[in-house]
């Protein structure tokens, strides 16, 4: 994506690996801001919004009506990803795995082991659903029936700590079902992608990737032209072809070929809850720190 940018804009970019909001703060304090923009899920970006650490976005930099999911006022959310179950198809055929959460919970009609990331946001918005709350309903969270749906399961589940193993625990047979994201589930289906996984887009849990500016940015022009770029509908459709999410841009869907759109989940459907960026800001360090201690008790 950047090459073709530079060529665009003469605009040199360069990639650096992601800290946390830390490190956003120190450079803050210190006076020595070394990165114009932050790029990482919409509920770190949110959190660093609230801290004050991001610049005001200039609407009009964005073809407003094309975005499925709108900039707020510092940050701009570029794509959206599905968490969801996966399984190996060859083992368990049609009805013989669970689909929604609700299934994915249900030890007596699906047993066998099950695989979640040890992170609460996300995995409580499915052991919520999986206990019969409505997605309108999620917010704010009922951790303590939470915390009751997931004890139901939590002697079956293993905790992956990095995603790729939430997929490589299916494919070896370690585990029997794991929640884990639909482009990760894509690529097992590539060449040298292992063996094929199959996913369910009957009920998912979506999240965001999102960027902003940071406040004391150099080249603060530039970056803000950078962001523009990257929501465009052509730029986005390069982007999500080997990301394997869900481009912002509305113009983009129509873009994507039948075999990449079979792994991208209906915004629309009813039963599917996205992830509130917002209440994570305000509570992930709090819910954090008890799912730890339920995990490791």
């Known amino acids: 994506m950047t090459n073709p940018f530079t060529e665009e804009t003469g605009i040199k970019v360069n990639l650096v690996g992601t800290a946390d909001l830390a490190k956003v703060r120190a ?24 801290q004050g650490f991001w610049e005001r976005l200039d609407p009009s930099i964005f073809e407003l009506k094309q ?20 399984w190996d198809p060859k083992r368990y055929g049609p009805g013989k795995h669970p689909a929604n959460f ?14 979640m990331r040890p992170v609460p946001d996300g995995a409580l918005e499915i052991a919520l659903l999986a206990d019969g709350v409505a997605p309108k309903d999620m917010y704010p969270l009922d951790l303590d029936r939470a915390f009751r749906a997931l004890d139901r399961i939590k002697s079956n589940v293993v905790w992956p700590v990095a995603t790729p193993q939430s997929v490589s625990f299916v494919q070896t047979g370690e585990v029997d079902f794991s ?23 009957e009920q998912n849990v979506l999240n965001t990737g999102a960027v902003a500016v940071l406040k004391g940015a150099r080249n603060k022009e ?5 962001i523009a770029y990257m929501l465009r509908s052509e730029v986005e459709v390069r982007l999500e072809r080997q990301a394997g999410n869900i481009p912002v841009s509305k113009n983009a869907a129509s873009m994507f070929s039948a075999e990449d759109r079979k792994w991208q989940p209906d915004l629309n459907n009813s039963s599917t809850v996205t992830i509130s960026s917002e209440y994570w800001a305000d509570n992930f360090d709090a819910v954090s720190r008890r799912f730890k201690e339920w995990i490791m008790t």
Do not use: H
């Open 27 to 50: 450079m803050q304090l210190t006076g020595k801001v070394e990165w114009d923009i932050y790029l990482d899920g919409g509920t770190v970006l949110a959190s660093g919004s609230k």
């Open 179 to 201: 929640i884990t994201y639909a482009n990760r589930a894509k690529a097992t289906t590539a060449p040298g992608g292992g063996v094929p996984l199959a996913f369910s887009l």
């Open 102 to 115: 609700a299934e994915f919970f249900d030890l007596k009609r699906f047993p066998g082991r099950r695989a």
């Open 67 to 86: 975005l499925v999911v709108r900039p707020t006022i510092d940050v701009a959310t570029y794509e959206i990803y599905a968490a969801g179950i996966m």
């Open 222 to 226: 530039g970056a803000m032209k950078l």
